[in-house]
């Protein structure tokens, strides 16, 4: 297959688009044909864990899919449609046909009271039931008296769906990118992350570590991946959970169980020069929860815009396609690619010449200054990692406590390790 590209950002708005509408679930249809649609751009890696599957304390579950869903009124004329929105209809909702009174339909509908024309989002994966999601304006417009409720809707023994996209490194130590493909109509939550992740997938070239990039639904995909790769968990060397990555708030980064594992240090250095907050790790939210887990304790943080329930459009048809930008999506994009480009290159050397400072002229690495405007600064880190590689202090220690910026202490490493100087 040929792999169409997400170099521009009218390419990621138009994969944004592409993927909003569609009926997404922890499992079924939607979920393949997300997949499929992201595979027009990366290549994945499918898989299919059947129904029944034992998966840590869990269980897969039957698959769900839906065909058509609405509630019609007396004149046969529909009320609630699935066809218009995918929202309408509780996820995993059993089959229904049937005729009803509103006093009786009352109890399987959802509203918003306080946001009369929005239509929540709502969920019963593991607990049979059906029900509606509709604007609280369209509930107090229906009349008293008989409705014809249909949901055609399956939920029988398949399969989960997830997939894998792996860029090869120079070391198999892992970064894992994980992003939850079960929400239906959500632009921001999570489509905008699913999209990102794929463009930032086709940014990465010959990386030092193994990039992995997991698309699965919420909670239930996670676990089956650890379930799963619990050997390779422990080559994992950071991560994170992307999720509500188009909205126009500022961004967030989520810490990991840890607090000061390597990916909370290197997101605290990038986000500095942006607005932005952090916030400490709580066992609520995404699947950072999962891959934090005390018996895993992986360095997996989370990156967002505005949290999850941050925001009145969370979970409700608010978060459609005008609530997310295409600015926003491309400063998170930035923030993954400025993250990589530390986190690739952070290391700790040896200097090979540590009793006193070593005679940079006679190597070049002086005359290699002249006449840059940096000269000065790129002398400094110079002077800096020589002092700080001691095979315990990182280029990122270097650049905290010398002030100076990543790349030029980076770029200086890079130059003694050349010479001689350092050892890795």
């Not at 029944?52 to 065909?67: C, K, S």
């Not at 009786?104 to 059906?130: A, C, G, N």
């Not at 999850?308 to 690619?337: C, I, R, W």
Request: aromatic residues 8%; contains cysteine.
């Amino acid at each position: 297959m040929t792999h169409g590209g997400l170099e521009t950002s009218a390419d990621l708005r138009e994969l944004v688009e592409r993927l909003y509408p569609l009926c997404r679930s922890i499992t079924g249809d939607g979920v393949r044909r997300t997949l499929e649609i992201v595979g027009e751009h990366i290549p994945l890696e499918i898989h299919e864990v059947p129904t029944g599957t034992g998966v840590l304390d869990w269980t897969v579950p039957q698959e769900w899919n839906i065909r058509d869903a609405y509630i019609k009124d007396a004149s046969g004329r529909r009320v609630v449609d699935f066809q218009e929105s995918n929202l309408h209809v509780v996820g995993y909702s059993v089959p229904v046909s049937r005729k009803m009174p509103l006093t009786e339909l009352r109890e399987h509908l959802h509203t918003l009271p306080d946001r009369p024309s929005w239509v929540p989002y709502r969920t019963s994966y593991y607990s049979p039931t059906w029900g509606f999601c509709l604007a609280q304006e369209t509930l107090d417009a229906m009349p008293d008296g008989e409705y014809e409720v249909h949901i055609d809707s399956t939920l029988a023994d398949g399969s989960l769906t997830y997939a894998e996209h792996v860029v090869p490194g120079e070391v198999t130590d892992e970064v894992i990118i994980s992003c939850h493909t079960c929400h239906p109509s959500l632009a921001n939550d999570n489509v905008a992350g699913i999209a990102i992740a794929a463009a930032f997938a086709r940014t990465l070239e010959k990386p030092h570590h193994t990039y992995r990039f997991l698309f699965m639904p919420g909670t239930i995909g996670a676990i089956t991946w650890l379930a799963r790769n619990t050997e390779r968990a422990g080559r994992i060397k950071a991560g994170l959970v992307l999720a509500c990555a188009g909205d126009p708030g500022s961004l967030t980064y989520k810490r990991s169980r840890r607090g000061d594992a390597e990916i909370d240090r290197v997101l605290a250095y990038v986000l500095a020069d942006r607005v932005h907050q952090i916030v400490d790790f709580s066992p609520y939210g995404y699947d950072e929860r999962q891959f934090c887990s005390p018996g895993f304790n992986l360095g997996v943080g989370s990156l967002t815009r505005t949290p999850y329930a941050g925001y009145p459009e969370y979970h409700t048809s608010a978060d459609n396609l005008d609530f997310v930008s295409t600015a926003a999506m491309e400063e998170t994009l930035q923030t993954l690619k400025d993250t990589h480009a530390v986190l690739d290159r952070n290391r700790s050397y040896v200097n090979l010449s540590p009793y006193g400072e070593p005679q940079l002229g006679k190597r070049g690495l002086y005359g290699s200054l002249g006449g840059r405007s940096d000269a000065k600064q790129a002398q400094m880190a110079m002077l800096w990692v020589l002092n700080l590689s001691d095979g315990e202090h990182s280029l990122l220690d270097v650049a905290e406590r010398s002030g100076l910026p990543f790349d030029s202490v980076a770029a200086a490493a890079q130059a003694l390790h050349d010479a001689g100087l350092l050892k890795d």
